[in-house]
C-alpha cells in the first residue's frame, strides 16, 4: 500500500556539477540517518512548477530536520535555455529555500548522469531514501501528497542504521 | 513534528445514533488492530465540504484495509436543517462510501455527545486512533494531507497490541 | 461566439413560492433595465456548490447595480432533504447575499415549475436575461468565469428598451 | 463599474525587438478593427505563470477573431536568465500559442521601452485596447477572469471605427 520497496542494493550516488541553496556539496553518506525525498525537476516543466515543487516546498517548510528534502536540476531538453544561470533566478523567484544541485550533464547524450543512473523515466521524479540511504520509492509525475507523508511516515518510524562497517572500517557506536 | 501525542488513557469511544454506509454499528474495540480517522463534519459546513471530507474520501480510496475512515456527523447548530434524511441524500450526492454515523444529539444542550466528550472545537475535526484504540491525534479546521499522511504513516508503523487481558477476560492468542 | 442567443419571444416568468433575502418577491417585469443572471441550483448538487454559486457570488460582489443575481432553488431530486428550511441555513453558511427563490414543486411530477418552463437540463444552469427581459443565454454545468463575463459585458452595452406600452397601458417616458 | 476608462489619446505602440509564434511584427495599427489583450509577464515571474498566462491562453483558445491576444516579454530583472532562447523553450514548453513580443531593452535601464512606455508597475499586466486602437484598460496583478471578460464584452460591443484620415491620407470607406 505504501509504495515502499524493501531495501535491497545500495543506491548509487547523484553527480552533481553545482550546487545552490548550500555552502558544500551533500551526498547520501552524509545524509545517513535521515529520510531524504530527492525531488528531480526540469524549471520550464510545466508539471514540476504547479505540483512537484509545491510539495517539495511545503515538506522542506513543515517536516523538520530528519528529513532532508534535496532538489535536482535534471535537464534533458532545451539545454541552452536551463543554463545554471537560469535556474539560480527561478531558485530564487520561487523561493526555493531547499538545497538544489544540477545534475551533471552526460559526455555522449541528452540525460544528464544522475537522471540516468537512477533509469528516472521524466519530470517531475520523486525518490525517497530511507535512513540507510537505500532507495525506497521512486515516483515520476504527480504524487498525492497524503501518500508521500505516509511513505514518509513509515520511513520515520524505521530504526536508525547501526553505525556499521564501511568501506574498510568499522568505527566504534557513539553512546 | 508529527503531531502525534503519546497514548495515555483509553479513548472513550463514539456515541452514535445511526449509521449509514454499514451493516451495523462500529466501535473502537471492533476496530483494534487498525489505524482509525475519524472525520466530523456538518454537511452544511463550506470546510468540511471542500477540505476535509475532500481528504476523507482519498483516505478511504487510497489507504487500504489497515486504515478505516469513519465519518461522524456532529450536529451543533441549525439542526432541523441536517437532518438524517438529509444527511443521506448527502452522503449519496457527494459520492461519500465509508460509514458515517449521527453523532447521538445531547438532552441537555445543542453539543452532540461525541462532539462534546472528545472536545471537539468546531467542524471539520480529524481524530486519529492508533492500533491500540488511543487517540493519538485531534485537529480542528483544514489539515494539510502532507501531514495527515505523514501522521498515519507513522501509526502504521507502530507494532499490533498484543492481544491482551480486558473487560475481566483474557483471550489465547491467535496463532 | 459570445452565446447570445437573438431576443425572439419574451421569456416566461419564474414560478417562486417563497423567497429568501429579499422583502418582497420580484419578477422579471420589475428587473426591466437590469441584466438578470439568474443561477439555478440544488443545495446538495457538488457541481453547483463548487462551481455555479461560487460564481454567482463573484457577480454579486463585483458586478453592481446594473445586474442582478437571482438564485434559484430548483429541487428535481431528494425533496425531503432540501426543503426551505434546509435552504436557508444552506444560504447562511455559505454566505449567498443575493436573492434566492424557491422554485415551486410541480403538482403532478418531479421536475418544478420554473425548471420546468424553461427546459432546464439540470443543476447548475445559468440563465441571462437583456435588460428588456428576453432570454438570451442558457448554459448547463460548469462555465468559464472568463465568457459568462464577456456575455454581461454584451448585453450590459446593448441599450435601455424604450419605456413602451405593456398590458394595456402606455407610461410617459421619464425625463 | 467595468473598470474601462474613456479614450482619450492614441495609446503608443509596443517596442518590439524580435516576435515568437507569428510570421511578422504585430502593430496596433494593423489589429485596427479588434479588441487587443495585451499580457505582459516574465517568464520566471509565479503569478504570471499560474494566472496571467493561463487567463491569456483562455482568451486566445476561446474569445475568437475578433479578440487579439499578444503576450509581452517585460524583462526587467534577471536579464540574462530570461533571453530569448529561454523564452522560446517556455513558449513551447507552456503551450502558448499566441503571438509573444519581446519588448526591446533600455538602452540605459532594466525596464524595457514599451514597459516604460505604458507606465506598467511590474508583471503581470494586462491592456486591453478597443477596436479604434485606445487603450482603455490596465491592470497589475491578479485580476478576475469574469471581470476581463466583462471588459472585452463592452469593448466588443462598441462600433468599430470609422476608416479616417490618419498619416495623412484618406481611404475611401469600403462598401
Same mark, same amino acid.
Given at each position: 500500500?505504501?509504495?515502499?520497496?524493501?531495501? =535491497?542494493?545500495?543506491?548509487?550516488?547523484?553527480?552533481?556539477?553545482?550546487? %545552490?541553496?548550500?555552502?558544500?556539496?551533500?551526498?547520501?553518506? +552524509?545524509?545517513?540517518? /535521515?529520510? =531524504? @525525498? #530527492?525531488?528531480?525537476?526540469?524549471? #520550464? &516543466?510545466? +508539471? &514540476? !512548477? *504547479?505540483?512537484?515543487? !509545491? #510539495?517539495?516546498?511545503?515538506?522542506? @517548510?513543515?517536516?523538520?530536520?530528519? !528529513?532532508? =528534502?534535496?532538489? %535536482?536540476?535534471?535537464?534533458?531538453?532545451?539545454?541552452?535555455?536551463?543554463?545554471?544561470?537560469?535556474?539560480?533566478?527561478?531558485?530564487?523567484?520561487? /523561493?526555493?529555500?531547499?538545497?538544489?544541485?544540477?545534475?551533471?550533464?552526460?559526455?555522449? +547524450?541528452?540525460?544528464?548522469?544522475?537522471?540516468?543512473?537512477?533509469?528516472?523515466? +521524466?519530470?517531475? *521524479?520523486?525518490? #525517497?531514501?530511507?535512513?540507510?540511504?537505500?532507495?525506497? @520509492?521512486?515516483?515520476?509525475? /504527480?504524487?498525492?501528497? %497524503?501518500? =508521500?507523508? !505516509?511513505?514518509? $511516515?513509515?520511513? %520515520?518510524?524505521?530504526?536508525?542504521?547501526?553505525? $556499521? &562497517?564501511?568501506?574498510?572500517? &568499522?568505527?566504534?557506536?557513539?553512546?
Amino acid at each position: 500500500m505504501l509504495g515502499l520497496t524493501p531495501a =535491497v542494493d545500495r543506491a548509487p550516488d547523484w553527480d552533481v556539477e553545482q550546487w %545552490l541553496n548550500t555552502d558544500g556539496p551533500i551526498d547520501l553518506a +552524509g545524509l545517513r540517518g /535521515r529520510v =531524504v @525525498a #530527492l525531488h528531480a525537476f526540469q524549471m #520550464l &516543466c510545466p +508539471g &514540476c !512548477v *504547479s505540483d512537484g515543487l !509545491v #510539495l517539495a516546498r511545503e515538506m522542506h @517548510a513543515s517536516l523538520g530536520d530528519e !528529513v532532508a =528534502v534535496i532538489g %535536482l536540476h535534471t535537464v534533458f531538453e532545451h539545454h541552452q535555455a536551463m543554463t545554471p544561470v537560469s535556474l539560480a533566478a527561478f531558485v530564487h523567484e520561487y /523561493r526555493i529555500e531547499f538545497p538544489v544541485g544540477v545534475d551533471r550533464p552526460s559526455r555522449t +547524450g541528452a540525460i544528464p548522469n544522475t537522471m540516468a543512473r537512477y533509469q528516472m523515466r +521524466g519530470t517531475p *521524479s520523486m525518490l #525517497l531514501f530511507d535512513r540507510a540511504g537505500d532507495l525506497r @520509492a521512486h515516483r515520476f509525475g /504527480r504524487v498525492s501528497p %497524503l501518500m =508521500v507523508g !505516509v511513505a514518509v $511516515g513509515t520511513l %520515520l518510524a524505521e530504526p536508525e542504521p547501526e553505525p $556499521g &562497517c564501511a568501506d574498510g572500517a &568499522c568505527p566504534i557506536p557513539q553512546a
